[in-house]
């Protein structure tokens, strides 16, 4: 069985802040060795619950985080920004299952370093009216191609947040919410424990799970400000409903998702300087 593992890093347990995330000083290092060593906690653990092979997408931040040779399974890596799929560039029909490991709380959630893609410019998202975070959007891949996903590790808002809109996932909750500037984590090993557990289990059975229920679903989101939501709306398959409100529609999950991609994008600028 093919296994799809879409990284992020502010759910990795004893990150807290920005500077554990971004750039490479020290305490980014830091932050990517306990990333790296959760990615392989769950690679590890998938291989125990059957995969056969195993693709990693780094998909935080400049996506260039884990150093390829010290991937556990020998599983292939997706590196580097600009990907037309963003953070599940390579998925498609050919996966039994996907993993998401070390995902964060939404923007507006009570979790550490809670954002949306970008915290500039999205205040919520919404799928069929329920809140998400990145997990959630992500998730509108998966179920496009009829891939189950079977895993989501990170906070408790991480986690709560995927279980809302894919029933039956499999959770691997390694931190809890202080403020978003702290957070109260297990000890790295207990957290690469539990993940690989969970894993395993959840690659295991992988088989009889079903893909995110989530055809047809609208994505509807709140933006900062009334520049960002006009310029969004220049993409194809969003229109705004309010000042700061925007839908995103499409005649698949995967185009909604692309509109999204292709609105985060455009609005980047804007974000910057509104």
């Known amino acids: ?5 879409s990284s992020d890093m502010e759910g990795t ?24 060593a959760e990615v392989n906690a769950a690679i590890e653990g998938a291989v125990a619950g059957g995969a056969t092979e195993i693709v990693v997408n780094d998909s935080h ?8 040779a010290a991937l556990a399974g ?27 490991v070390s995902y964060h709380g939404s923007m507006g959630a009570s979790a550490g370093l809670s954002h949306t893609y970008n915290p500039r410019a999205v205040i919520e998202a919404r799928l ?16 496009h191609y009829g891939v189950p996903v079977v895993l989501v590790t990170g906070d408790r808002c991480a986690c709560e947040e995927a279980a809302a809109l894919i029933p039956g996932i499999s959770q ?16 790295p090993a207990r957290a690469c424990a539990l993940i690989r557990d969970a ?5 295991g059975t992988a088989a009889s799970a079903q893909p995110p229920p989530l055809a047809g679903a609208t994505l509807e989101v709140s933006v900062r400000t009334t520049d960002i939501a006009e310029a969004a709306s220049w993409v ?7 000042p700061r409100e925007l839908r995103f529609e499409g005649d698949s999950p995967l185009d909604v998702y692309r509109s999204f991609c292709a609105a985060i994008l455009l609005t980047r600028t804007v974000a910057e300087v509104t």
């Open 74 to 100: 020998e599983a292939s890596y997706l590196s580097g920004s600009h990907k037309p799929l963003y953070m599940m560039q390579g998925l498609d029909a050919s996966f039994g299952a996907a993993l998401f």
């Open 172 to 187: 691997a909750v390694v931190k809890e919410h202080v403020s978003r500037a702290a957070a109260h984590s297990l000890h």
């Open 13 to 36: 347990a004893g990150v807290v802040d920005w500077e554990q995330c971004v750039g490479d000083g020290p305490q980014a290092a830091a932050g990517r060795e306990l990333l790296l």
């Open 236 to 242: 194809r398959g969003v229109s705004r409903t309010g």
């Open 1 to 5: 069985m093919k296994v799809f593992l």
């Open 128 to 143: 069929g009216g329920v809140v998400t975070g990145e997990a959630g959007i992500n998730a509108l891949v998966a179920a």
């Open 199 to 203: 894993a395993a289990k959840a690659v």
């Open 61 to 68: 931040a400049a996506m260039r985080n884990l150093p390829p």
